[in-house]
Every structure is written in C-alpha cells, then in structure tokens.
C-alpha cells in the first residue's frame, strides 16, 4: 500500500518483511528477509538509514505470548536496533487500540491521551509509545508514534465511515512524520477527513504538515446501504475500539 506513496526521486526505501519480498524494477527499493525480533539482523537493516518505519508485528489480537514476542519485543528491538545503527528517527504505528476503552461521551480523544487500551493487542501498542518515549527523551531520537484507526483501500463497514485512514492519506501522513523538521516525541493520530469523523484529535498530526484529503463518506451508499448514520447506542460505537471491546475477545476466548 505504501511502497507507491513513499516513492521519491530523491528516496531509497529498504522494505524488510519475515517473507521474501523482490524490489519493483524502476523503483529505488531494496528487501531484506528478516523479523523484527532478530537483533543483529534489524541492526544490519538499519545501517545508514535516515529513519525507520515501524509496521511489523501481529495486526490483531492474539495470544500474549506471541504479542508479547512480535509486537513488544520486537518493537523494542526495532528501536534499539536503529539507535545502534545510528538512525535519528523512528516512525512507529500504533493504534486506536491503545487507547481503545476511551468512551464516545468524550470524542474527541486528544492528542498524547492516557493509555486505555482494550486487549493484549492494544497492551503492545501503549507499551510501543513508551519505547518510543524513552528513546526520544534518553537519546534524543525522534519518535511519532501514529495510533492509526482503520487503514484499508476502502471502508468496510459502517464504523469506518468515522474511522477510516484512506491509502493515499497514509502515504500523505507517514510523509510528513519522515520530514517535518526535528519532531521529537510525539503521539498523533491516523484518520482521515471524514464526513462523520471528529473521534480524535488531528492537532498534532497537522502540526507535522498533514492535511488529510480523502472522506469515507464516498462509500457510505455501498457499506451502508440502509443508512448511513452512526447510531450512538450501538455497542459498536460505545468505545473508540468498537468490537475490539467486546467480551469475545476475552482472554479465556483466545488460543
């Protein structure tokens, strides 16, 4: 999704993945074949590299222990990795699941809002902002943690019609957290300009220059086709998690 959209004359991108991955003839890339667990291998990534974006690790709830392994540990070795490395900045994707159990009576959910998260999945994400926040403030790294809400092509429901980041505001997003000058630490939030929107604060990500663009409101007829307005008294609309909240999710549920 993102590999197009970070594409600059003036840019290499050093895609790294646990599966093999071929650089795009035409396109300044270069793979590597690694997992974010491995240090000596995430350090090697890491050399002579500008700043690193964080995206790997388990994308939803599962048992602690691999959370605990893929999303905790190697977030940690992601920043570790690259303060060895020497790279001045790290981009980590969080997630609205950080701060998951933040009730609708109190949207709009601020900037730097204290962790509630709402499974061992969100746990991970709270406890990546505080690697990133010791990094920043022990080493003078640059740390954005971005607490991304519903990142996919298109909206998939009718919770997305508020929480959607659309494809090309992503790319516009994790842009300007590659260039806006010396940021330092800072917690945003990935959304884009959605018509039925206003759950968080876009303050500190407009601050780093992005200004998202696109509006789920352009599916609303296709997700929801008997009405697109979000009713309050929804559990789904309860939490900022949404079914990331729900008892099936319990610890005894999981594998």
């Keep these: 999704m993102l590999r197009s959209r970070l594409a600059r004359p003036d840019r290499v991108l050093r895609l790294l993945d646990v599966k093999p991955l071929a650089a795009q003839p035409g396109r300044a890339e270069e793979a590597v074949t690694a997992s974010v667990t491995d240090m000596s291998a995430m350090t090697a990534a890491c050399a002579g590299a500008d700043a690193v974006i964080h995206l790997g690790g388990i994308p939803s709830e599962a048992a602690w222990d691999g959370i605990l392994e893929v999303n905790i540990h190697g977030t940690y070795t992601v920043f570790e990795a690259a303060r060895r490395a020497g790279v001045p900045r790290v981009v980590f994707a969080s997630s609205n699941h950080a701060v998951g159990f933040f009730p609708r009576t109190q949207f709009p959910v601020p900037d730097y809002a204290f962790p509630a998260p709402d499974t061992y ?63 330092g630490f800072r917690v945003i939030y990935g959304v884009s300009a959605n018509t039925q929107g206003g759950w968080v604060s876009l303050d500190e990500a407009r601050a780093l220059g992005y200004e998202p663009r696109d509006d789920a409101e352009a599916y609303a007829d296709e997700v929801a086709p008997d009405g697109a307005d979000l009713d309050p008294a929804d559990p789904v609309f309860r939490y900022l998690g949404g079914e990331f909240t729900f008892p099936d999710l319990d610890a005894g549920n999981l594998d």
Excluded: H
């Design 121 to 183: 999945y969100g746990v991970s994400k709270a406890a990546g902002e505080a690697i990133a926040a010791l990094y920043a403030r022990r080493y003078g790294m640059d740390a954005i943690c971005v607490r991304i809400l519903s990142c996919f092509e298109q909206p998939r429901n009718r919770r997305m019609l508020a929480t959607w980041l659309s494809p090309d505001d992503a790319g516009r997003l994790l842009d300007a957290c590659l260039t806006a000058p010396s940021p």
